[in-house]
């Protein structure tokens, strides 16, 4: 249950240099949307979790065994997704995501796993930021009623009535003109002004990253109004009590 009504919602996204990147909005419309860059989660908890429903672009909620090396709403949200799940990493179970060496994370992967499966290199880069949220999660139960897992893809796909978008938002590592200006039009259809889409995003952050997040604040509301489609259907608990589901 809430502590207190929340005043906004809040979409939240990792940016390659380790910050944060949020879209913040009241709960009403996107029309005073603002956009602010976090160092580190702890700052942006600090600041946003009071007031606001967070829907965030990271795994929430970690499995102590995984089918395939991922979660139940890894396969579930990329089985939605179709010829673009691979946006969705499969993340590794709880034991995997606090070591900190590639081969050993690994190792614990495939040992907990079935079929035995081990981790990416591109998952094995935020696994940092897993560990932040995670722990963060697990210290201060109340967050679990304000911090929710989103995924930007997820929700653009939800945006467009559940049809595929044609386009990537990246090509070979760089920005995909038509991909971003396709998700620029779901999100003015949204309610995003366009002078905020149109704006330079903050130092620290890319477009995508911009866009992820404004994605993300899209969900946060939806959660808020109980709108949200969630993967899977019936989300697990993990061992510490946390709810492992995607939203959107």
């Known amino acids: 249950m ?42 942006l908890i600090s600041e946003l979790a009071a007031r606001s429903i967070i829907g965030i672009d990271m795994p929430t909620g970690l499995a102590e065994h995984t089918d395939r090396g991922g979660r139940e709403p890894d396969w579930a949200a990329r089985e939605f997704l179709g010829r673009q799940r691979a946006s969705v990493f499969p993340v590794p179970s709880r034991r995997a995501v606090y070591e900190r060496d590639y081969a050993q994370v690994c190792a614990i992967a495939r040992e907990t796993s079935e079929p035995r499966r081990a981790v990416s290199k591109q998952l094995f880069g935020i696994l940092p930021r897993i560990r932040q949220i995670d722990e963060i999660l697990r210290q201060d139960p109340a967050l679990r009623d304000r911090v ?101």
Not at 15 to 37: P, S, Y
Not at 203 to 218: P, Q, S, T, V
């Open 148 to 248: 929710f897992e989103v995924h930007p893809e997820v929700s653009f796909k939800v945006m467009n009535n559940d049809e595929p978008l044609p386009e990537r938002k990246k090509v070979k590592g760089r920005i995909y003109q038509p991909g971003m200006h396709l998700r620029h039009n779901l999100l003015r259809k949204e309610g995003f002004p366009l002078s905020f889409l149109n704006q330079r995003p903050p130092h620290g952050a890319a477009l995508d990253d911009f866009y992820d997040a404004c994605a993300c604040a899209w969900s946060a509301k939806r959660i808020l109004y109980g709108k949200a489609r969630v993967f899977p259907c019936h989300p697990p608990l993990d061992g510490e009590g946390l709810e492992q589901a995607i939203r959107a």
């Open 2 to 43: 809430l502590v207190s009504k929340p005043a906004e919602i809040a979409g939240v996204d990792g940016c390659r240099k380790g910050c944060w990147i949020a879209v913040t909005a009241d709960t009403q419309t996107f029309d005073k949307a603002q956009v602010k860059i976090f160092k580190s989660f702890a700052e």
